[in-house]
């Protein structure tokens, strides 16, 4: 089974600090996205990647960031949490020519 | 960019009915359109998918559609259980050269089916 894991389920973080969220997939993927999940408005992409080094903006890229340093691993970077960020961030992987997405449980962030 | 449109958001069957949740799209371009249900407190999982090649795909009691020239497609869930109950999310990509997808979500319905 492919396991995609979140490292925190919950967190709680105050204004202006600085977030990390990381993603780890044991399935050998090629790509890796980040999503935001909010009531009433599905999940929005925010970045992803095709390969190690490679980024690319998703449609709500503003006030993220993204590093992947290796195949496994993809990490999204709130420079400056604000408390628009509140939110569950849903990491996902997928195989390049299938297109089949495989979710983590997600990461409940609360900005105070 | 591709603009995925989902309905409705909140549909309440009895057990033993059909449900059909439906979603339309911007980018003819989009050759993909897979279908994810969340239950609650757990992540989304794939159910079934459908490509442009193909104007229906079954599998048991869900069914896909796909109409390219309105550039809608629909989820059909028949006699309905309980354990359907669930947020569903449609969603269409393109894949450049035969590579990668770039998934667009719909806003999602959630479905109650009462017993």
């Known amino acids: 089974d492919v396991k995609v894991t979140q490292s925190s389920r919950y967190l709680v973080k105050r204004t202006g600090e600085k977030v990390f969220l990381e993603c780890v997939q044991d399935?050998?993927?090629?790509?890796m996205f980040w999503y935001r999940q909010d009531p009433g408005l599905g999940l929005r992409l925010i970045y992803f990647?095709?390969?190690?080094?490679?980024?690319e903006k998703g449609d709500i890229p503003e006030g993220y960031s993204v590093s992947r340093e290796k195949k496994e691993r993809f990490s999204l970077i709130l420079e400056s949490a604000s408390t628009n960020q509140t939110s569950m961030y849903l990491c996902?992987?997928?195989?390049?020519?299938?297109?089949?997405?495989?979710f983590g449980e997600g990461s409940r962030l609360t900005v105070l | 960019g591709e603009n995925v449109e989902q309905h409705p958001s909140t549909l309440s069957v009895q057990e033993g009915d059909s449900a059909v949740i439906k979603c339309t799209y911007s980018d003819s371009a989009s050759n993909y359109f897979p279908w994810y249900k969340q239950e609650l407190g757990k992540r989304p999982q794939l159910i079934i998918d459908i490509r442009s090649n193909v104007g229906e795909k079954k599998d048991q009691r869900i069914a896909v559609t796909l109409n390219k020239t309105a550039k809608h497609f629909s989820l059909h869930i028949t006699e309905t259980q309980p354990e359907d109950s669930a947020v569903y999310f449609c969603?269409?990509?393109?894949?450049?050269?035969?590579?990668?997808?770039?998934?667009?979500f719909g806003k999602g319905t959630l479905l109650t089916v009462n017993p």
């Open positions: 996902a992987s997928s195989e390049t020519n299938t297109g089949e997405l495989f």
């Open positions: 399935m050998d993927h090629e790509n």
């Open positions: 969603a269409a990509s393109k894949n450049s050269g035969g590579s990668n997808y770039k998934l667009t």
């Open positions: 990647s095709y390969d190690v080094k490679m980024k």
